[in-house]
């Protein structure tokens, strides 16, 4: 599954470019100028990791970032604030807000792109990682190739995805409701049942003889693979 960036910024030159890059490198990319926009659509599609401005209308970077690190379903999302504010102070300001890191504009690509991979290594790095491993299972994402023990497994599209989206997530529980948009999206108007189909098709293919069951169904609240 591609990364999912937000970035919260009003200088709109600064925003298209960050966007085409970002996106060139095959991250999934969405723009808002103002914090208040921002904090909505935090809400309505969770992000893998924020780029911040300090300073914007309706609701500041600052704000913004100390509203997240307060809720929780947001407090762990990474954090990359942007500023032209390049004194000490204001670092330590930022930083002590929640910010994972902190970028004094103007800045070269190059540099951008290093810290966020950075950032990303350090928080999630199985977001980045081209190869994804719980137990004997192995997911390559450049050759789409899933073993388990060393034997190919054969899946379908959504069932990979599906794979993909709970290895990279190992022993979070996971609704339906999640399910449905990380491998769906929101666009698509899905039953929830769809998720168990899945899922079932996706435990078949997994396992072969007496071969452990890795995806745990959690009662009332959804699915979950690898450690508890």
């Given at each position: 599954?591609?990364?999912?960036?937000?970035?919260?910024?009003?200088?709109?030159?600064?925003?298209?470019?960050?966007?085409?890059?970002?996106?060139?490198?095959?991250?999934?990319?969405?723009?808002?100028?103002r914090g208040d926009e921002a904090e909505?659509?935090?809400?309505?599609?969770?992000?893998?990791?924020?780029?911040?401005?300090?300073?914007?209308?309706?609701?500041?970077?600052?704000?913004?970032?100390?509203?997240?690190?307060?809720?929780?379903?947001?407090?762990?999302?990474?954090?990359?604030?942007?500023?032209?504010?390049?004194?000490?102070?204001?670092?330590?300001?930022?930083?002590?807000?929640?910010?994972?890191?902190?970028?004094v504009k103007p800045f070269s690509l190059?540099?951008?792109?290093?810290?966020?991979?950075?950032?990303?290594?350090?928080i999630a790095p199985e977001r980045i990682?081209?190869?994804?491993?719980?137990?004997?299972?192995?997911?390559?994402?450049?050759?789409?190739?899933?073993?388990?023990?060393?034997?190919?497994?054969?899946?379908?599209?959504?069932?990979?995805?599906?794979?993909?989206?709970?290895?990279?997530?190992?022993?979070?529980?996971?609704?339906?409701?999640?399910?449905?948009?990380?491998?769906?999206?929101?666009?698509?108007?899905?039953?929830?049942?769809?998720?168990?189909?899945?899922?079932?098709?996706?435990?078949?293919?997994?396992?072969?003889?007496?071969?452990?069951?890795?995806?745990?169904?959690?009662?009332?609240?959804?699915?979950?693979?690898?450690?508890?």
């Open positions: 599954m591609a990364v999912k960036v937000l970035i919260v910024e009003d200088e709109e030159s600064l925003a298209i470019m960050l966007q085409y890059n970002l996106e060139a490198r095959g991250y999934e990319v969405e723009v808002a100028e909505e659509m935090i809400a309505e599609n969770r992000p893998d990791i924020i780029i911040l401005d300090w300073m914007l209308p309706g609701v500041s970077g600052i704000e913004l970032c100390r509203r997240l690190r307060a809720g929780r379903k947001t407090r762990l999302i990474p954090v990359i604030m942007l500023t032209a504010k390049g004194e000490e102070a204001d670092k330590v300001r930022g930083l002590s807000t929640g910010a994972d890191d902190y970028i190059p540099e951008f792109m290093a810290r966020l991979k950075a950032v990303l290594r350090r990682s081209d190869v994804l491993e719980i137990g004997d299972v192995r997911l390559d994402r450049e050759t789409r190739l899933v073993k388990r023990g060393g034997r190919e497994i054969r899946l379908g599209p959504t069932e990979y995805r599906l794979l993909e989206f709970l290895m990279e997530r190992p022993g979070r529980v996971l609704s339906r409701e999640q399910l449905l948009d990380g491998v769906w999206g929101r666009e698509n108007y899905i039953d929830e049942r769809t998720v168990d189909v899945h899922i079932g098709r996706l435990r078949k293919a997994m396992v072969h003889g007496k071969e452990k069951q890795l995806i745990r169904t959690v009662r009332g609240a959804g699915y979950a693979m690898g450690k508890k």
